[in-house]
T-cell receptor, first 113, second 115 residues
Framework: DTGVSQNPRHKITKRGQNVTFRCDPI?????LYWYRQTLGQGPEFLTY????????KSRLLSDRFSAERPKGSFSTLEIQRTEQGDSAMYLC???????????FGSGTQLSVL | DAKTTQPPSMDCAEGRAANLPCNHS???????VYWYRQIHSQGPQYIIH???NNETNEMASLIITEDRKSSTLILPHATLRDTAVYYC????????????????FGKGTHLIIQP
């Protein structure tokens, strides 16, 4: 399968714990995006990368959220000191370049107890 | 903020054409209309996009009005697997300058195909 891969598919954690999600984009896609989706809502844009450079991070929800793409390939999204309100689906997408169509992964479903 | 308006839900009989409307009255000249759909528990899937001409691919047709203030996505022969939330998105194109090019999703239309 050469699509966007996200791991884990499901994550259950206790409030206050840190969690990290991984996204492997389609090979040679140099743009990578993170989104969050809560029940009944459309995906909400969080941040994106052009290769290893993070070009937009002002929409990350708080300073507890951070993302990296150290070698311009896979990316990680970390949430520190999780809160119940962080429970959501976290989606990753990739594209070949600016304004090209996005291909999405199946997401990581986070539940914070 | 989403720049589009869509009905929250629609029904369509299996085998019939599903016509999903979208209003985007504030669209600017260099912005494209994109359609994605999201089947339950999956990530959004690209369907089609267009600027001002009608477009067709193996999944659907996109009809954009001449004034570009609205569009319709047509699934010509809907099947049960087309049940999904359909998102209409306005997005800047090649000449729209810098800035984030991530998609801005609204709540979409929940299309239910009835057997």
């Amino acid at each position: 399968d050469t699509g966007v891969s996200q791991n884990p598919r499901h994550k259950i954690t206790k409030r206050g714990q840190n969690v990290t999600f991984r996204c492997d984009p389609i090979s040679e896609h140099n743009r990578l995006y993170w989104y969050r989706q809560t029940l009944g809502q459309g995906p909400e844009f969080l941040t994106y990368f052009q290769n290893e450079a993070q070009l937009e991070k002002s929409r990350l929800l708080s300073d507890r959220f951070s993302a990296e793409r150290p070698k311009g390939s896979f990316s990680t999204l970390e949430i520190q000191r999780t809160e119940q309100g962080d429970s959501a689906m976290y989606l990753c997408a990739s594209s070949t370049g600016q304004w090209e169509k996005l291909f999405f992964g199946s997401g990581t479903q986070l539940s914070v107890l | 903020d989403a720049k589009t308006t869509q009905p929250p839900s629609m029904d369509c009989a299996e085998g019939r054409a599903a016509n999903l409307p979208c209003n985007h009255s504030t669209i600017s000249g260099n912005e494209y209309v994109y359609w994605y759909r999201q089947i339950h528990s999956q990530g959004p899937q690209y369907i089609i996009h267009g600027l001002k001409n009608n477009e067709t691919n193996e999944m659907a047709s996109l009809i954009i009005t001449e004034d570009r203030k609205s569009s319709t996505l047509i699934l010509p022969h809907a099947t049960l697997r087309d049940t999904a939330v359909y998102y209409c998105i306005v997005r800047g194109g090649l000449y729209s300058g810098g800035g984030a090019d991530g998609l801005t999703f609204g709540k979409g239309t929940h299309l239910i195909i009835q057997p």
